[in-house]
């Protein structure tokens, strides 16, 4: 099979799910990771036959794609800001948006011409979050947080991965504190925030295979994760420590009003437009 026979197949194969345009973009993706080619050495190779191990890799790959499974699983792994990550169905596959976050994180750092000397991430999954902020901040200690084991142990591999020290604690956010007398300059969250009855403009490939641990909350107290952590900034922050959180865009004032008392605080949007972020300084 050349590789241009593989490509109508897919075409053919993923049509109803997804647009021509998604399905040329994930077959770049697919034969560059699976012939080890970079964009300009595929051009140059031009359609080639595929070696039988290739056509029955890339052709495994397709009847995954064609289940609904996201390429980030079938490929077990994700850039974000720099750092190879290893995702795999224990943990959120890390958005653009957190890697805007983080983007947003170190330019408000930049422009203070400061550095945090205690971080901690709660709901930590992959580690991305956590991972980057001790790339950028190699003095800083960073602690990060997550209920599920399947994550921690993904984001313990991924530090290890990228020879980054974290201090991964498995703790619940909702059952723990933290010890009074430890303070920290920056804390960080994209806690669980999607109520059960927003499932139904989610995308079913989300629903099917990415952890509802890490999506769902309860939907009688949908900010129950935001509001728990705004308590432990309000005793753990230093004063004029930050507080970033990723936010749902259909909750954000209520959410803001949490940061109301004891914070300077204001919504910050996406490259979208969307109110997906919140920055707390403590007063
Ligand atoms: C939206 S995901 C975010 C993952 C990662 N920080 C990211 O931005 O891609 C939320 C994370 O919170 C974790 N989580 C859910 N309930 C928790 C709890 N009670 N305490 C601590 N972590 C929790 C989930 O396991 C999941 O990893």
């Not at 036959?49 to 609904?68: G, S």
Request: charged content about 25%; overall charge negative.
């Amino acid at each position: 099979m050349k590789i241009s026979d593989f490509k109508q197949l897919a075409h053919e194969k993923l049509k109803l799910q997804f647009s021509s345009n998604e399905v040329n973009q994930l077959l770049t993706i697919l034969i560059e990771e699976r012939l080890s080619l970079n964009r300009l050495d595929l051009i140059k190779v031009g359609d080639i036959t595929l070696k039988p191990e290739h056509e029955l890799r890339l052709i495994t790959d397709l009847n995954l794609l064609a289940q609904n499974k996201p390429v980030q699983y079938i490929l077990g792994q994700v850039n974000f800001f720099g750092l190879k990550l290893l995702v795999d169905e224990n943990v959120l596959i890390p958005r653009d948006e957190t890697e805007e976050l983080v983007a947003l994180i170190c330019e408000d750092y930049r422009l203070k011409q400061a550095n945090p000397a205690r971080i901690i991430d709660f709901g930590t999954g992959s580690g991305c979050i956590a991972l980057s902020m001790a790339k950028v901040f190699p003095t800083a200690t960073v602690e990060a947080w997550d209920i599920s084991e399947g994550a921690l142990g993904l984001a313990q591999e991924n530090a290890k991965l990228n020879q980054i020290e974290i201090d991964f604690q498995r703790k619940s956010i909702l059952a723990e504190q933290l010890e009074e007398n430890q303070l920290y300059d920056l804390m960080i969250s994209n806690p669980p925030y999607i109520p059960p009855s927003q499932k139904m403009g989610m995308e079913e490939r989300v629903l099917q295979y990415e952890p509802d641990l890490a999506l769902f909350v309860d939907e009688k107290e949908p900010l129950l994760f935001y509001a728990a952590i705004v308590k432990m900034a309000k005793v753990n922050l230093k004063q004029g420590g930050s507080l970033y959180f990723e936010i749902n865009q259909y909750l954000a004032d209520q959410t803001l009003s949490l940061v109301s008392e004891g914070f300077e605080s204001e919504l910050l949007r996406d490259l979208n437009g969307n109110s997906r972020f919140i920055r707390a300084i403590k007063a």
